[in-house]
């Protein structure tokens, strides 16, 4: 049928007017009759035209819907082929319009398929989903070619299709939002946006933009997830550490993301309430014999005391430390905000200063001294917090979080606040 119809469209698009008008009205002055003018000429045409459409829809019946919809296809590519005999042909353009018109209420089924698929995405995307919507809008663009090639000729757009394109794209788009934002699934609200794009890119400039800001956007979102998730990872990794004490009935201590588990029994990191550690050196007659390690972890449900070899202890602390310095620290620092006074040994720490007592053996004086002009300085196993005179200190193995209290007091010395508590920003 396509060969036909070309057939035709050249015999009509050849038509010289003005040539055919002076022919008939020759023919027309030889034979006495009253001449004709090209107005009444370009009427006769176009009922022509009207005609030829009318004969082209006549056969249509004979075509199923792949056919109609290649043959639309076909000729769209004729009409819109620039170095072609049929670039911009009117009949072209009239079989097209026609296809617009007779395609419509199938666009529109395939749009409630669409709209169907896209309401089947709730908290993940599904395989059977994509593939579903992927039918759906490969058969919906199939349909808008041969318009969308014809309007590369026209220089309109069909505001069927790009209304229908909005629509879509505004459907998944809710969809894509939703698995971001409520359920964090950005590679699938990605994947779903890039399946739409690949459908609906092109058909206007407005929505092309809208399209690739969003899959940008998702790819930046997606990439610092995905970077996240690799930090995270690392820090999992880097935080593991699992070791027994015990010669015969082992006790297993296990130090992870999910928190320490001691005797099969966990605790999560953020329940842990405290930490210490030292070494205490043993001489025998002024004689230095050895140093005994202990590391204690005060849990809800019991206090954790352990006696490692030096090794051990090294591997212990340092995983406790980037274990617990973030829950600790955040505790220790929501709790000062909120008004408690906190005891580190017989260092009474509030969030805008400290008290501290006058050094004497028989010294009752004891004063609150803000944090300017404090200075810290450890020695013989103590923290020790002076101001003048006046002084506190802790034991970094007998009391609980006093290495904690000393690394949030360095870190307050280098910054700007005048409470601890600013450290939280």
């Excluded at 994947?191 to 930046?220: C, F, H, M, P, Q």
């Excluded at 202890?313 to 340092?318: A, P």
């Amino acid at each position: 049928m396509a060969g036909s119809i070309l057939a035709i469209c050249s015999c009509f698009d050849n038509i010289n007017t003005e040539g055919v008008c002076a022919s008939i009205n020759n023919d027309r002055l030889i034979a006495g009759f009253p001449m004709t003018d090209e107005a009444e000429f370009e009427r006769a045409l176009n009922d022509y035209r009207a005609d030829i459409a009318g004969v082209f829809d006549g056969r249509l019946p004979e075509l199923s819907r792949e056919e109609y919809t290649g043959l639309a296809t076909e000729l769209a590519g004729k009409y819109s082929d620039v170095n072609g005999e049929y670039y911009g042909s009117i009949l072209l353009g009239d079989f097209l319009a026609g296809y617009g018109l007779n395609i419509l209420p199938r666009l529109d089924e395939h749009m409630m398929m669409i709209r169907s698929a896209a309401s089947n995405i709730r908290d993940f995307l599904p395989g059977t989903v994509i593939a579903e919507l992927s039918r759906c809008l490969k058969e919906w663009r199939k349909l808008s070619d041969p318009l969308l090639t014809a309007e590369s000729v026209t220089g309109i757009e069909n505001g069927n299709i790009c209304g229908q394109a909005g629509d879509i794209f505004r459907v998944v788009r809710e969809r894509a939002i939703a698995l971001h934002n409520e359920h964090d699934k950005t590679s699938e609200a990605l994947r779903l946006i890039k399946t739409v794009k690949g459908y609906i890119n092109g058909i206007s400039v407005e929505l092309s933009r809208a399209i690739s800001n969003d899959v940008r956007e998702l790819e930046e979102l997606e990439r610092k997830k995905r970077k996240a998730e690799e930090e995270y990872n690392a820090w999992a990794r880097s935080l593991y550490y699992e070791t027994e004490f015990g010669l015969i009935f082992k006790d297993k201590l296990i130090i992870s993301v999910e928190g320490i588990s001691w005797k099969g029994v966990n605790t999560p990191l953020d329940e842990v309430q405290g930490i210490s550690w030292g070494g205490i050196r043993q001489h025998v007659n002024g004689m230095y014999m050895r140093t005994d390690y202990i590391v204690t972890i005060l849990t809800p449900y019991s206090t954790i005391k352990l006696t490692p070899k030096e090794d051990e202890y090294e591997k212990i602390t340092s995983h406790l430390w980037r274990a617990l310095i973030g829950p600790i620290s955040t505790r220790i620092l929501s709790r000062l905000q909120n008004g408690e006074l906190l005891y580190f040994g017989n260092i009474k720490v509030k969030d805008d200063g400290v008290y501290l007592k006058k050094s004497g053996w028989f010294s009752s004086d004891v004063r609150f001294f803000g944090w300017q002009g404090i200075m810290t300085y450890s020695n013989n196993g103590q923290l020790f917090i002076t101001s003048g005179d006046y002084s506190a200190s802790a034991s970094y193995i007998d009391d609980m979080n006093t290495h904690i209290l000393e690394a949030v007091l360095r870190q307050f010395r280098s910054s700007r606040y005048q409470r601890l508590s600013g450290l939280l920003s």
